[in-house]
């Protein structure tokens, strides 16, 4: 990444954490799958299929428009492979027509100097690819052996900001490998974070005692910002729950392929409302709204995005919120039968 890039990114980035402080009345952060399908199947993911197809950009596009008008800062690309979409490009140059940060999730198979230009052209501000192991198993392929040539593509030619994502836990059989994928992203440059890998319902695998050396190892290499933002992690690590306020439905959206939005990838099916017809009014129900999962949830981009809002607005559990809303109207009848 170039210097002035690297100092605007910095700005920009600056910029939307004021923003976010100042006020509560936007989204922060939506992840926007483009396409479900992906070339690999690794083995603890539940997030894509082998045979669908690409959602039409003039879909993408209104979707955007929707995300534009909830105020969204940041519109990371994930899937499925989100490169395997055959007009990428346009989607990030609209994402920054509209005064968006562009950010894509990918695990990186298809990169090539080529591609990398045109994602520099096309605008895209940051880029996430997770390493799972050095070399590749029945659980996953996303490995350092297979990927190192796209990694040094990306050192020399890419014009955005790159973080390499090591994990751990979740059926990854060497712990020690998340420490060698973190070691290469910084001699490349790269910033680094280390992951707790999920179960199907986005929550806590205990981590043995090896795997907690690896982990307090690695975010040690890690980048200090994200160290800092993480600190949920720790008390994960240790198998122990964490208390925070999960804003997801609000600062944080989650828009599957068919533009419903839910509240994670791994809590798909609440609100299953569709963006088109979102409203502010879900947004203050799902803001308010405490989350039954948090507790040991390890989704980090959900959890930095709390942290902008974990010191105000408590919430409230979705039985209180019934019964509150409940009690409004009997007060609401019986005022007017009163009258
Ligand atoms: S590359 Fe990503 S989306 Fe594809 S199967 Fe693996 S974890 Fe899932
Ligand atoms: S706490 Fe929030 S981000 Fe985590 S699993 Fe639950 S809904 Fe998803």
């Not at 948090?294 to 019964?323: F, M, Y």
Request: with cysteine; aromatic share 8%.
């Amino acid at each position: 990444m170039r210097k002035s890039t690297f100092v605007k990114w910095k700005v920009r980035q600056a910029s939307f954490i004021a923003r976010a402080l100042a006020s509560t009345n936007h989204v922060v952060l939506a992840h926007i799958i483009p396409m479900r399908r992906c070339n690999l199947a690794c083995g603890y993911c539940n997030e894509y299929d082998q045979t669908s197809k690409p959602v039409p950009l003039d879909v993408m596009k209104r979707r955007l428009d929707k995300l534009a008008e909830l105020g969204t800062s940041i519109v990371t690309i994930s899937g499925g492979e989100p490169i395997m979409h055959p007009e990428l490009d346009q989607i990030i140059r609209y994402i920054r027509a509209k005064g968006m940060i562009a950010g894509l999730i990918s695990n990186g198979y298809y990169f090539t100097p080529e591609r990398i230009k045109r994602l520099n052209e096309a605008g895209l501000d940051s880029l996430q690819i997770s390493i799972d192991n050095v070399n590749p198993d029945e659980v996953s392929r996303k490995s350092l052996r297979v990927l190192d040539k796209k990694l040094r593509y990306l050192a020399e030619h890419a014009d955005f900001h790159i973080n390499i994502n090591s994990v751990i836990g979740g059926g990854i059989k060497n712990p020690e490998d998340a420490l060698t994928v973190a070691q290469r992203a910084v001699e490349l440059g790269f910033s680094t974070t280390v992951g707790v890998i999920h179960d199907g319902d986005g929550l806590l695998k205990p981590l043995t005692e090896k795997e907690k050396e690896i982990f307090h190892a690695v975010k040690k290499l890690g980048n200090k910002d994200h160290a800092r933002l993480n600190w949920f992690q720790d008390s994960i690590a240790e198998g122990k729950p964490y208390e925070w306020r999960c804003r997801s439905g609000a600062r944080y959206l989650y828009i599957c392929e068919d533009g419903k939005v839910h509240w994670c990838s791994q809590q798909r099916g609440y609100p299953g409302i569709p963006l088109e017809d979102y409203t502010m009014e879900d947004f203050k129900r799902e803001y308010n709204t405490e989350k039954w999962c948090a507790p040991t949830c390890t989704i980090q981009c959900v959890h930095q995005v709390g942290i902008l809002d974990n010191w105000r607005d408590p919430q409230k559990s979705e039985a209180q919120l019934r019964k509150e809303k409940q009690q409004k109207e009997k007060d609401r009848v019986g005022q007017m039968l009163a009258s």
